[in-house]
């Protein structure tokens, strides 16, 4: 397993909170509030690392403390930065529960075994899971209903998807 799968994205910071170091916190948890209980999270290069307290729910997130930093400016500077916890300190999954991160770059294949594409994000707008799933032609990406009906099997050992796709979905 490669450094990169070894942590998973949990958060990000979306700005500057207030004028005394706060941060505006996106949690990508199931629990939203346990982005907090990971301990310390790190930047994507691993250059920085932060202990997280939140201090109240805001509309989509969270206004936070990081560790080290004090001023707007310095969680201004922090815009747009993910925030990722290594693997081994997240809860063990059941069964048909997955990781996003273990989806994107799965292959995805039709009922028949043809191969439909690549996973490359997983996206929730609220509805439900859709996996975009980017393919080879003019219509290069396509969003699949992340559901047991449209997506029986997920292999992850195999690396592939399964996929029932309803009729018209990807023409």
């Known amino acids: 397993m490669t450094e990169e799968n070894d942590r998973v994205c949990i958060g990000a910071i979306a700005g500057a909170f207030g004028v005394r170091g706060e941060v505006r916190l996106k949690s990508f948890c199931s629990d939203p509030e346990a982005i907090a209980s990971y301990g310390p999270l790190t930047t994507e290069d691993g250059?920085?690392?932060?202990?997280?307290?939140l201090t109240r729910a805001i509309p989509n997130g969270f206004a936070a403390r990081l560790s080290g930093v004090t001023s707007k400016e310095e969680a201004d500077a922090l815009r747009g930065v993910s925030l990722y916890v290594g693997r081994d300190?997240?809860?063990?999954?059941?069964?048909?529960?997955?990781?996003?991160?273990?989806?994107?770059?799965?292959?995805?294949?039709?009922?028949?075994?043809g191969v439909v594409g690549t996973v490359s994000a997983v996206h929730n707008?609220?509805?439900?899971?859709?996996?975009?799933?980017?393919?080879?032609?003019?219509?290069?990406?396509?969003?699949?209903?992340?559901?047991?009906?449209?997506?029986?099997?997920?292999?992850?050992?195999?690396?592939r998807i399964v996929a029932d796709i309803p009729e018209g979905l990807l023409e």
């Open 47 to 53: 250059g920085r690392s932060f202990r997280v307290t």
């Open 125 to 159: 707008h609220g509805a439900g899971d859709l996996l975009e799933v980017r393919r080879a032609g003019p219509k290069s990406a396509a969003l699949l209903p992340f559901t047991r009906e449209i997506v029986p099997t997920v292999d992850l050992a195999a690396g």
């Open 89 to 113: 300190r997240l809860p063990a999954l059941g069964d048909d529960e997955f990781y996003h991160a273990d989806l994107i770059g799965l292959t995805v294949y039709d009922t028949g075994g």
